[in-house]
């Protein structure tokens, strides 16, 4: 199928001094988080890995449970290495799976999404 190679989420990373924001787009789904969980555990765990890690979910059009449960295991490699992960611009869909889940405390957000509801 055609459509399996579209919905690849893409995932890219800007290493600065401070920080490293990775860019995810797409659809997270159970099909991709396996994808997000084993790229963040990869980056997270490099000793060169900045103290601040952002999540940039601009371009994220879905994320589900599986992905959400993805951003989690991050978060807790995170942890164990030192380092915090942020999120920025998550859309509306993933903001209110954060909040249903009880899960958005654990993750400090920054900026909007431009289809984000306030």
């Known amino acids: 199928m055609d459509d399996a190679q ?3 989420p893409p995932v890219e990373v800007e290493k600065e001094e401070q920080q490293v924001i990775v860019h ?3 659809e ?5 988080a396996p994808l997000l969980a084993d790229a963040l555990r990869n980056l997270i765990t490099q000793s060169d890995c900045p103290p601040e890690v952002v999540l940039d979910l601009t371009e994220l059009a879905f994320c589900d449970s599986s992905g959400l ?3 989690l295991q991050a978060r807790l490699t995170a942890i164990e290495h030192g380092r915090r ?3 920025h611009a998550p859309n509306q869909q993933v903001t209110k799976l954060l909040e249903i889940t009880g899960t958005r405390q654990l993750f400090p957000i920054t900026g909007t999404h431009e ?3 306030e």
């Open 69 to 71: 449960n993805a951003l």
């Open 85 to 87: 992960i942020s999120l």
């Open 24 to 26: 995810v787009g797409g």
């Open 28 to 32: 997270m789904d159970i099909d991709q």
């Open 115 to 117: 289809d984000q509801a």
């Open 6 to 8: 579209d919905r690849i």
